[in-house]
């Protein structure tokens, strides 16, 4: 039995989240993420996704984080609303259908969507941006109130941020972005970020 277990959406928060949660204080020591494989799966079949994350780690408490922007332009929802509904629900029918089963169920689980996608956390720290290598820190003159609104399209905007040579889908690359992201500071300028913040920490029990 862990304390905290994350469902992610895909490869880049799966890749991201193990540092980010190290810096984010009051949160478990160790946190198992399961990759449910786009957003499509994750809404077709969070039953799965619950059931293999359960079975193996038994956590009291489930995050399961989502991009509102690929359920919409994939057509599955109208808004981030109804995302989180729909998700919502299926853990409610979930937890239902188990109650006289042999599952250590957890004690909650919690729907947390970044709006507009995961990459909007990352603009978040546009400190750690400018001293990240792989960006071109002379381009980086923006200050953010709330980038979930200011930044309509995140993924297309840290490409433009990026220095010429730099592929942002090399693994190694996106590594070296995430490691130095200061949740403390994302967390300032995104409020669905915060509201991931405050949902992960004082998890810990021991």
Same mark, same amino acid.
């Given at each position: 039995?862990?304390?905290?277990?994350?469902?992610?959406?895909?490869?880049?928060?799966?890749?991201?989240?193990?540092?980010?949660?190290?810096?984010?204080?009051?949160?478990?020591?160790?946190?198992?993420?399961?990759?449910?494989?786009?957003?499509?799966?994750?809404?077709?079949?969070?039953?799965?996704?619950?059931?293999?994350?359960?079975?193996?780690?038994?956590?009291?408490?489930?995050?399961?984080?989502?991009?509102?922007?690929?359920? *919409? #332009?994939?057509?599955?929802?109208? +808004?981030? $609303?109804? !995302?989180? /509904?729909?998700?919502?629900?299926?853990?409610?029918?979930?937890?239902?259908?188990?109650?006289?089963?042999?599952?250590?169920?957890?004690?909650?689980?919690?729907?947390?969507?970044?709006?507009?996608?995961?990459?909007?956390?990352?603009?978040?720290?546009?400190?750690? *941006? #400018?001293?990240?290598?792989?960006? +071109?820190? $002379?381009? !980086?003159? /923006?200050?953010?109130?709330?980038?979930?609104?200011?930044?309509?399209?995140?993924?297309?905007?840290?490409?433009?941020?990026?220095?010429?040579?730099?592929?942002?889908?090399?693994?190694?690359?996106?590594?070296?972005?995430?490691?130095?992201?200061?949740?403390?500071?994302? #967390?300032?300028?995104?409020?669905?970020?915060?509201?991931?913040?405050? /949902?992960?920490?004082?998890?810990?029990?021991?």
């Amino acid at each position: 039995m862990v304390d905290l277990g994350l469902i992610v959406e895909g490869h880049c928060e799966y890749d991201s989240f193990p540092s980010i949660l190290s810096k984010i204080p009051n949160t478990p020591y160790y946190v198992p993420i399961v990759n449910a494989g786009g957003i499509g799966n994750i809404m077709k079949n969070t039953h799965e996704e619950l059931l293999s994350i359960i079975k193996l780690y038994a956590p009291k408490k489930i995050v399961i984080s989502l991009d509102y922007r690929d359920a *919409l #332009r994939e057509g599955l929802v109208n +808004n981030c $609303v109804e !995302l989180k /509904e729909i998700v919502t629900q299926n853990c409610n029918d979930f937890i239902k259908s188990q109650q006289n089963g042999s599952l250590i169920l957890p004690e909650s689980i919690v729907v947390v969507i970044a709006d507009r996608t995961f990459e909007s956390w990352i603009c978040a720290d546009i400190i750690s *941006l #400018r001293n990240n290598e792989n960006f +071109n820190s $002379v381009l !980086l003159v /923006e200050e953010f109130e709330n980038v979930d609104i200011e930044i309509p399209n995140p993924s297309q905007w840290l490409h433009s941020k990026l220095k010429s040579d730099i592929d942002i889908k090399n693994r190694r690359n996106r590594v070296k972005i995430y490691k130095n992201i200061d949740p403390n500071i994302s #967390r300032t300028k995104s409020k669905s970020f915060d509201k991931f913040y405050r /949902e992960v920490t004082n998890t810990r029990t021991e």
